[in-house]
């Protein structure tokens, strides 16, 4: 992994702040460095990923369907919760109904979160790990002084319940 991340990619076309990688999907928080940048990044990242996949398990064919979906956030609130958004997705594993019933043990669902290794929130919450060097926090407002304020604000989310 090191090696890769030590790699000469060229001028980047994005900023990546988030991401959680799912079992079936994933999210990205991505801020454009130029015009198209999204657009060319995501069709890079999804045909090496298919290449990739499809030479390990000896298969052919596309694996995503459709175009991939991209919302600007436009203000403030809306990408602080996008963030929250991200980095909650992997209690969906755990407590699949959790923002409709609520979180059963919110202790449980905290530590899974900071041992979910295929999402930035570690990052986010201090933690060094190789991985974090493809994140870019600074391309963000700083809404948090903290990694202990970050994990707050994210894990408050966990007492949300759909009325």
Known sequence: MIQLL?????????????????????????????????????????????MYFNTRRERTGALFQGRFKAEHAKEDRYLKYLISYI?????????SKWKETGIVNRKRAE???????????????GLERPEGALINQSALPA???????????????????KE
């Open 6 to 50: 030590a790699l000469e990619r060229g001028e980047p076309l994005v900023d990546l702040c988030a991401y959680c990688l799912m079992p079936n999907h994933f999210h990205l928080l991505v801020r454009e460095r130029s015009s198209g940048g999204i657009s060319r990044f995501m069709q890079k990242l999804t045909t090496g990923y298919t």
């Open 87 to 95: 980095h909650l997705n992997p209690v969906k594993l755990i407590e």
């Open 111 to 125: 530590t899974y979160l900071e041992q979910y290794r295929w999402s930035s929130f570690g990052d986010y919450c």
């Open 143 to 161: 809404y948090h002084e903290t990694p202990h304020d970050f994990k707050e604000s994210v894990t408050e989310w966990l007492g949300y319940k």
